[in-house]
């Protein structure tokens, strides 16, 4: 993979079948893990950094009532710190949208 490999992308992730099964108390953190399991899986890279919004979006309704779908917006950036073991890392924010049904995955031109 070459540096040139900056990209921002849309998805939407549904979440409600990547908790079924977990406990109620452990819901919102066991989201998080998924959502980062995501993005290593679509970006390629095991740095991955959460927005801070993005973790009030999740926990908004507090550790049970976890979103059932989630637009996300991740994005493949260089990382510039020196003595990095990665020269990319994928950077997820969340998306504001009215409903999330029926999105599909859109690249998104940020410069």
Same mark, same amino acid.
């Given at each position: 993979?070459a540096?040139?490999?900056?990209?921002t992308?849309?998805?939407?992730?549904n979440?409600?079948? &990547?908790?079924?099964?977990?406990?109620?108390? %452990? =819901?919102?953190?066991?989201?998080?893990?998924?959502? $980062?399991? #995501? *993005?290593?899986?679509?970006?390629?890279?095991?740095?991955?950094?959460?927005?801070?919004?993005?973790?009030?979006?999740?926990?908004?309704?507090?550790?049970?009532?976890v979103?059932? &779908?989630?637009?996300?917006?991740?994005?493949? %950036? =260089?990382?510039?710190?020196?003595?990095?073991?990665? $020269?990319? #890392? *994928?950077?997820?924010?969340p998306?504001?949208?009215?409903?999330?049904?029926?999105?599909h995955?859109?690249?998104?031109?940020?410069?």
């Amino acid at each position: 993979m070459a540096l040139t490999d900056v990209v921002t992308r849309e998805y939407t992730i549904n979440l409600h079948k &990547r908790l079924h099964g977990a406990h109620f108390k %452990k =819901r919102a953190p066991t989201a998080v893990k998924a959502i $980062k399991k #995501f *993005a290593t899986l679509h970006m390629k890279t095991t740095d991955v950094r959460l927005d801070p919004r993005l973790n009030v979006a999740l926990w908004s309704r507090g550790v049970q009532g976890v979103p059932h &779908r989630m637009r996300l917006r991740i994005s493949r %950036k =260089r990382n510039d710190e020196e003595n990095a073991k990665e $020269k990319l #890392f *994928a950077y997820v924010e969340p998306v504001n949208v009215p409903s999330t049904k029926g999105l599909h995955t859109v690249v998104v031109d940020d410069e």
